[in-house]
């Protein structure tokens, strides 16, 4: 299969012929319908996280079960799914106390020692990132990784679902509980801040304050629910959301990952208010905040993974938002790609030129 392989780190990935296994017990081998590219792919690409190449990248996927193996109970060929990085092992107590998404085991449901999934053709492992690699026309996961979902949903849409949608709706929707008619600030207006923008606006905030460097975003964030739009480089975005809503937002989501505009968004949060650090800022930067701010305002700060999921019962709902025209999916779609073009896409995300970008495959 054609797959786009990361062989170092700051290097575009390269349009390589890849060999996959076929599927062993508890796994599914799954054909790529489509897969968005999210900013932590180019995190990884950067050296921002540790992933280490050469590896195929990808994990915002959607497709169609082509082959199942032994035991496999869940998934049957032609089933629609979607993947999603954060697998359960079922038994450590994150996954028995009903936080999943929390699983510290790194689950692969393939042994160590075992066979590669992917290899080049002479037979060198290619490592799989996340248990998916959708930069590739098919995909062997572990069936913890996979949710089927209803057969009328679009799959290049569904594909969105997989991180980005799941992640920033989820910050809202799971991570915290936004009560109606709380205003909410959403710091980055990617893939994620769009959907973290559409999750206020379905549970029912009243000010939902949209802050991005790009102001062509901002016609977007206004059709998924943004009530006013801040352009961070034009005056202080800090004084500006200040003063929309009489000293800072009960709920303040930093969507981007970098230092300045996480201390920032701790400083839109109002007094008594959350601040939801999502956005993944380079393990190797710390940010300096002020503690007592904290304290004498009682703030809280919290960070959102991969929007406290539980992907299975999750992403079929998310779906049925999409369905029933509460989330708006297509709106989010920027461009649609072949796999060939990825390399261009990673740098229109580096320019900011995109909202989501989705590989489509044949
Ligand atoms: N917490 C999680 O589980 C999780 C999951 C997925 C992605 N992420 C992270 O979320 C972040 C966003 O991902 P994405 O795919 O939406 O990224 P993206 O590149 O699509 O969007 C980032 C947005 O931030 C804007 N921006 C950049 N610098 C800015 C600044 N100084 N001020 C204001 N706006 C600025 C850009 O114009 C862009 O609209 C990334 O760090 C990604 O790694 C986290
Ligand atoms: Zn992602
Ligand atoms: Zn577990």
Redesign the pocket.
């Known amino acids: 299969m054609r797959a786009a392989v990361m062989r170092a780190n700051k290097a575009p990935l390269e349009l390589e012929e890849v060999r996959i296994d076929d599927p062993g017990p508890g796994e599914v081998l799954v054909r790529t319908a489509a897969s968005g ?4 792919d ?2 990884v690409i950067e050296g921002h ?1 540790p992933v280490p190449p050469p590896c195929i990248l990808g994990h915002e996927p959607a497709g169609v079960v082509e082959a199942v193996g032994p035991g496999v109970a869940d998934f049957a060929p032609g089933d629609h799914v979607i993947g999603c990085i954060t697998s359960w092992c079922g038994v450590c107590k994150f996954c028995t106390e009903g936080r999943p998404y929390l699983c510290p085991t790194q689950y692969t449901g393939r042994p160590g020692g075992s066979r590669p999934r992917l290899a080049s053709p002479g037979g060198d492992p290619i490592g799989q990132f996340a248990n998916l690699s959708s930069f590739a026309e098919k995909m062997l996961c572990p069936e913890r990784s996979l949710v089927k979902i209803r057969d009328d949903m679009p799959l290049d849409r569904a594909s969105l679902i997989g ?2 949608v799941t ?2 709706l989820g ?1 809202a929707l799971n991570t915290v509980h936004i009560p109606a008619g709380a205003s909410a600030v959403i ?8 959907a973290a923008i559409q999750g206020a606006r379905i549970v029912g905030a009243s000010r939902i304050i949209a ?4 102001p062509w ?1 901002f016609d977007l964030a206004r059709k998924l629910g943004a009530t006013d739009c801040i352009d ?2 034009a005056g202080d ?1 800090v004084a500006a959301v200040q003063a929309l809503t009489g000293g800072g937002a009960d709920f303040a989501f930093e ?4 230092v ?2 996480v201390q ?1 968004t701790l400083a839109m949060t109002g007094r008594g208010g959350t601040a939801v ?5 380079p393990i190797t930067e710390l940010v300096p905040i002020s503690a007592a701010d904290l304290v004498l305002q009682e703030k809280k700060v919290t ?5 406290s999921n539980r992907f299975r019962f999750d992403m079929p709902r998310y779906v049925d938002f999409y369905l029933d025209g509460r989330l708006l999916l297509d709106e989010m779609i920027s461009s649609r790609i072949a796999l060939e073009e990825v390399n261009e896409a990673f740098d229109r ?1 580096r320019k ?1 030129e ?3 970008q989705v590989i489509v495959f044949d």
């Open positions: 590219i999210c900013h932590s180019l995190h996280l991180c980005g992640t920033g910050a710091v980055g207006c990617g893939g994620v801040g769009l802050v991005d460097a790009q975003k961070a480089t975005p969507c981007i990952g970098l300045p505009t920032q650090l999502v956005g993944v800022v960070g959102s993974y991969m929007g995300m900011g995109a909202a989501r």
